[in-house]
């Protein structure tokens, strides 16, 4: 997959807000992006790291929980920077996003460049649909989403 980028949307759909990551995916796909693989995941830890394996670029869009709660705030975090977000946030998978780049990246098997561009949710119950905030956030989790893919595949025509 090289010079590809991979963007993964994790999440499900399901649990509200929780379907934040898939519905950036649905969102790209809507608009025929062709300049990434596409792909949802549920956020498993080893499925992510099948996932990703053979990508040299991924951006990851998803819902997180953080103890500020301020609902709809956008995050943008690097593969460096797991310790931190696993201490400071909670994912509602369960070994989350930040334990499993800390994972991987101990088993040497953290793609070359990682980025996650997450939107605090409020509400991860059953159910389906984003709460106000998160729905009001999505475009702006699409644009991060998209400057990620753009700045390592910049359209044809552009460098």
Same mark, same amino acid.
């Given at each position: 997959? %090289?010079?590809? *980028?991979?963007?993964?949307?994790?999440?499900?759909?399901?649990?509200?807000?929780?379907?934040?990551?898939?519905?950036?995916?649905?969102?790209?796909?809507?608009?025929?992006? +062709?300049?990434?693989?596409?792909?949802?995941?549920?956020?498993?830890?080893?499925?992510?790291?099948?996932?990703?394996?053979?990508?040299?670029?991924? *951006?990851?869009?998803?819902?997180?929980?953080?103890?500020?709660?301020?609902?709809?705030?956008?995050?943008?975090? +690097?593969?460096? +920077?797991?310790?931190?977000?696993?201490?400071?946030?909670?994912?509602?998978?369960?070994?989350?996003?930040?334990?499993?780049?800390?994972?991987?990246?101990?088993?040497?098997?953290?793609?070359?460049?990682?980025? *996650?561009?997450? *939107?605090?949710?409020?509400?991860? %119950?059953?159910?389906?649909?984003?709460?106000?905030?998160?729905?009001?956030?999505?475009?702006?989790?699409?644009?991060?989403?998209?400057?990620?893919?753009?700045?390592?595949?910049?359209?044809?025509?552009?460098?």
């Amino acid at each position: 997959m %090289t010079g590809r *980028v991979l963007v993964i949307g994790v999440g499900n759909p399901f649990r509200r807000d929780d379907g934040a990551g898939p519905a950036v995916v649905e969102a790209l796909r809507a608009r025929g992006e +062709r300049s990434a693989v596409l792909a949802v995941s549920d956020g498993d830890p080893g499925r992510l790291m099948e996932l990703w394996s053979p990508a040299d670029t991924v *951006v990851v869009a998803e819902a997180l929980r953080s103890p500020a709660g301020c609902p709809g705030r956008l995050h943008t975090v +690097r593969a460096g +920077r797991a310790a931190s977000l696993a201490a400071a946030t909670a994912s509602t998978h369960g070994l989350g996003l930040a334990e499993t780049m800390a994972l991987a990246a101990a088993l040497d098997r953290l793609p070359n460049e990682l980025i *996650v561009h997450a *939107v605090e949710g409020v509400d991860f %119950t059953a159910g389906v649909g984003l709460t106000s905030p998160v729905r009001a956030a999505l475009p702006g989790l699409v644009r991060l989403v998209t400057a990620s893919m753009r700045t390592v595949c910049p359209p044809h025509g552009r460098q």
